[in-house]
């Protein structure tokens, strides 16, 4: 199972420079890949590009020898840093998670998911609260490939351990592609096969 780009370049139109170039990357569920680099190159924009929220994109995208689904659900799912961007503010919390899939009792709870929780309104929980709800989301059963950028930003050391604990053990169940983009490197040491860094893969 593999995720590749190929020629990939990216520049928003109001834009003058391109932010991505003749990016290559071939990426599996194999291996545990971590993806660094600084603040601003482009990490979070690639990871909307592979993840179909991007696709004005010059070069070539695949998943399985395919092309991401547009109107299907996609089985590339991105966990985004900031998970309050991503969730419609009019929504209770149960909508906001069953408009991807039906999470039973025991996954709240790994997740540390208050049932109290559902029946907020997204503006009523704290950021990593929410970003509990986003990671679960984006674990829909249908999900092949896994791509978490900074997912852990919003939490506190212990849950960042639980949530990265939890996460793993599913993917690794589920035999999932997993691409974690983070600036922390004593997390990417510990929980990464391979470590892309951004700058040798970016042609700019």
């Known amino acids: 199972m593999e995720l590749n780009v190929s020629e990939l ?11 991505l170039k003749d990016i290559f990357l071939r990426l599996d569920n194999k291996k545990i890949v971590g993806l660094v680099g600084d603040s601003g190159v482009g990490k979070s924009t690639l990871c909307e590009i592979l993840s179909g929220y ?10 399985e020898d395919k092309p991401l689904p547009q109107k299907e659900f996609c089985p590339v799912q991105l966990i985004y840093q900031h998970p309050e961007k ?24 790994e997740f540390g998911i208050q049932k109290s929780w559902l029946t907020r309104f997204p503006q009523e929980l704290s950021g990593g609260e929410l970003q509990r709800f986003s990671v679960l989301r984006a674990l829909n059963p ?3 490939f896994l791509i978490a950028d900074e997912m852990t930003t919003m939490l506190d050391a212990i849950t960042q351990v639980q949530i990265i604990e939890s996460v793993l053990k599913i993917v690794k169940q589920r035999n999932m592609g997993f ?11 510990t929980i990464c096969d391979d470590i892309i860094y951004f700058e040798d893969i970016n042609g700019i």
């Open 9 to 19: 370049s990216f520049k928003y139109p109001s834009a003058n420079k391109y932010l």
């Open 179 to 189: 691409l974690l983009v983070s600036h922390d490197m004593d997390l990417v040491n």
């Open 86 to 109: 991503v969730m419609n503010p009019k929504w209770k919390m149960k909508d906001v998670l069953e408009e991807s899939w039906n999470v039973d009792d025991e996954l709240l709870s």
């Open 54 to 63: 991007i696709t004005n994109f010059e070069g070539f995208l695949e998943f």
């Open 142 to 144: 249908k999900t092949k």
